[in-house]
């Protein structure tokens, strides 16, 4: 985890020296690195609690757990970002009607 953050922390140093970079994926992931590391613990430790309960191998279990680890926590982080309090679905600014 800290050689994401060290990846992402060096990107943004890039981003101000090359000013037509791609901003926006590197934005999101240093917006989020924080939020999405700290819902994984509780995710992977639920997930985890459900998962071992079965009569699975273990490889399998520990390729499930991850799997389902990252796609909860990262949708966890993305749904409150895209949803307004009306539960309708939230626009960007400047994205078409």
């Given at each position: 985890?800290?050689a994401?953050?060290?990846?992402?922390?060096?990107?943004?140093?890039?981003?101000?020296?090359?000013?037509?970079g791609?901003g926006g994926?590197?934005?999101?992931?240093r917006?989020g690195?924080?939020?999405?590391?700290?819902?994984?613990?509780t995710?992977?430790v639920?997930?985890?609690?459900?998962?071992l309960?079965?009569?699975?191998?273990?490889?399998?279990?520990?390729?499930v757990?991850?799997?389902?680890?990252?796609?909860?926590?990262l949708?966890?982080y993305?749904?409150?970002?895209?949803?307004?309090?009306?539960?309708h679905?939230r626009?960007?600014?400047?994205a078409?009607?």
């Amino acid at each position: 985890m800290l050689a994401s953050a060290a990846l992402v922390t060096r990107d943004v140093r890039q981003d101000r020296r090359e000013p037509g970079g791609d901003g926006g994926s590197r934005r999101w992931a240093r917006e989020g690195v924080l939020p999405v590391y700290m819902l994984h613990q509780t995710v992977a430790v639920v997930l985890a609690a459900w998962i071992l309960s079965g009569p699975v191998a273990a490889g399998v279990q520990c390729v499930v757990l991850t799997a389902l680890t990252v796609a909860c926590s990262l949708a966890l982080y993305e749904l409150p970002r895209h949803a307004s309090a009306d539960g309708h679905a939230r626009r960007e600014p400047g994205a078409p009607a």
